[in-house]
T-cell receptor, first 114, second 115 residues
């Protein structure tokens, strides 16, 4: 769906290490989003991007940073991973917003911080 | 701010039973409403949407009607199948939330259908 590839699909890392998750899309969608999914919380927005080099914070952005140097790639970095960041991370893209087009999701990255 | 409230799950049904998953919302503006479905091990995918009051979205036998007077968008299906077992998310996108129309999601409702 919308050619969204997340990598890696699974990762185990130790507390205190930096981690980068990658989202790659082939549909030339302008908007990209990073969410985390946790039991009891549903989906929570971490960061989003509305164009190359244009990003903004979501509701749970502490401890995360993002970069978007090309339309097709949106990177999420955990600067110093903590156990509370163990989660499933989803990238989503959107072609446009004005007519409320839907989001297209990748298949997620399961991150475990030990 | 905007919010979406869904009934808590899991909802457990036998095959061919009638399904209703309740969803209510609060929004500053006049939002568009969505249902997404997440199958095990996958990301969310759009199931249906409605963009104005009294619109009915439908797909794969699922339906939901945009009820502005009750601020609701309940998901229904007349006869569920085992393959419908998944997590269902209600969501809204509000033009009054700023230029980026950031979607707001409910917490999801797990549906388990037994043969």
């Amino acid at each position: 769906d919308a050619g969204i590839t997340q990598s890696p699909r699974h990762k185990v890392t130790e507390t205190g290490t930096p981690v980068t998750l990658r989202c790659h899309q082939t549909e030339n969608h302008r908007y990209m989003y990073w969410y985390r999914q946790d039991p009891g919380h549903g989906l929570r927005l971490i960061h989003y991007s509305y164009g190359v080099k244009d990003t903004d914070k979501g509701e749970v952005s502490d401890g995360y940073s993002v970069s978007r140097s090309k339309t097709e790639d949106f990177l999420l970095t955990l600067e110093s991973a903590t156990s509370s960041q163990t989660s499933v991370y989803f990238c989503a893209t959107r072609d446009r917003v004005q007519d409320n087009s839907p989001l297209h999701f990748g298949n997620g990255t399961r991150l475990t911080v030990t | 701010g905007d919010s979406v409230t869904q009934m808590e799950g899991p909802v457990t049904l036998s095959e061919e039973a009638f399904l209703t998953i309740n969803c209510t919302y609060t929004a500053t503006g006049y939002p568009s409403l969505f249902w997404y479905v997440q199958y095990p091990g996958e990301g969310l995918q759009l199931l249906l949407k409605a963009t104005k009051a009294d619109d009915k979205g439908s797909n794969k036998g699922f339906e939901a009607t945009y009820r502005k007077e009750t601020t609701s968008f309940h998901l229904e299906k007349g006869s569920v199948q085992v393959s419908d077992s998944a997590v269902y998310f209600c969501a809204l996108s509000d033009p009054a939330s700023g230029g980026s129309y950031i979607p707001t999601f409910g917490r999801g409702t797990s549906l388990i259908v037994h043969p």
